[in-house]
DNA sequence: AATATCATAGTACGGACGTAATACAATGAC
DNA sequence: GTCATTGTATTACGTCCGTACTATGATATT
């Protein structure tokens, strides 16, 4: 073990977190492995002695930034104050405008949809672990029932945020967000 | 001029309906123009007769699919019975699992939102066209703040069924879809 | 049958993913 | 301190598929 044991566990990590950026911005399609090596500092032919294929990297980078989404959401309070100020950042022209900074399932969840089971899997499992952080924030007895509730929470919040961005019509974006933030709140309160 | 009249424009328009089905089922990025032809009963050289550019056959495309959307909503009532029929049936099992005929949103709302100005203007356009049907059903007169609750309405009907489709938890995705109903519903009567 | 129109097959060129063989860098042993 | 060893990255290549375009051939109507 000659280099430093953690030497290309560091660089795995950068390709991760480059491929995250990338992938938001070009979509996992439009951004090729050379790219985000390229990225990373790298070059394409490294990038086989750190994963499988393409795939692999995707499902990586999927459960990397979703984990990245709950450690950020951490650290806002845990009661329902930080939920709504994640909604409010969330629901941002901030966030709107800087999709490579921002939530993968807004970037990217109609691409996941069409991943093999395998990534949507891993998707799946980790998103599931930040849905149950937004239902600790709702203090609510009914696990299951609170569950979907934050699951159609996040749904009207990745769908408004795309809608934001697809709309040339800039002032019409700014209202639709404004909007959108108005009745997820709605909702904390008084699901259907 | 020897062909039937408008021949040219038929064959143009089988174009666009087979790229709409294949652009929903592997994305846009993720359908080559060669296959698009071959779905049309065509082959590649043929596309450069009908369209500039890729990115041309997109704007077309999603036109296209919008207008469907439209027609198709058209033949709903024209009251709020008309509006809950049209989300009862998009928030359904079966758009869930065929993507290929179902909203055009659904399936490519990211990508559309990483399109050149352009394009995501035609898509504006033409939602809005849609969008302005849904406000009709609102039976509501305050028209501005009806067209962002009728987006926001949308954006929540988007999200969630991308997100059933993300899922590999088919129950979870199940009870997503009918908890996204009730809330849709809801938002119809008492908006934010 | 003549001809305007449309579609085909084939080509160019670039970029995709993936796979070598080669060069470099960093440590531990002598 | 030098060197050999091992792990890491580079360069170069193979192959395939992408968009774009053109010259050739088929088609359908007058």
Do not use: W
């Not at 950026?21 to 790219?35: L, M, N, S």
């Not at 499988?52 to 984990?67: F, G, T």
């Not at 994640?86 to 941002?92: A, D, E, P, V």
């Amino acid at each position: 073990m000659r280099y430093s044991k953690d030497h290309k566990q560091a660089t795995r990590q950068r390709i991760v977190q480059a491929a995250g950026r990338r992938f938001k911005q070009d979509g996992i399609d439009g951004a090729g492995v050379a790219t985000v090596m390229s990225d990373a500092g790298l070059t394409n032919g490294a990038f086989y002695a750190h994963f499988e294929s393409k795939e692999d990297l995707v499902a990586n980078v999927l459960a990397d930034q979703l984990r990245v989404q709950r450690h950020d959401f951490d650290a806002q309070p845990s009661d329902r104050s930080g939920l709504e100020a994640f909604i409010r950042s969330y629901l941002s022209p901030q966030h709107r405008d800087q999709c490579a900074d921002g939530c993968p399932s807004a970037a990217l969840l109609d691409e996941i949809g069409r991943r093999p089971a395998a990534t949507r899997q891993v998707f799946t499992a980790e998103l599931m672990s930040v849905i149950d952080d937004i239902v600790s924030r709702l203090d609510r007895t009914d696990g299951v029932a609170a569950r979907t509730d934050a699951l159609t929470l996040f749904g009207l919040m990745v769908g408004t945020l795309q809608l934001a961005r697809a709309l040339t019509d800039r002032d019409l974006s700014d209202q639709l967000l404004a909007r959108g933030v108005e009745t997820a709140l709605k909702l904390l309160d008084d699901p259907a």
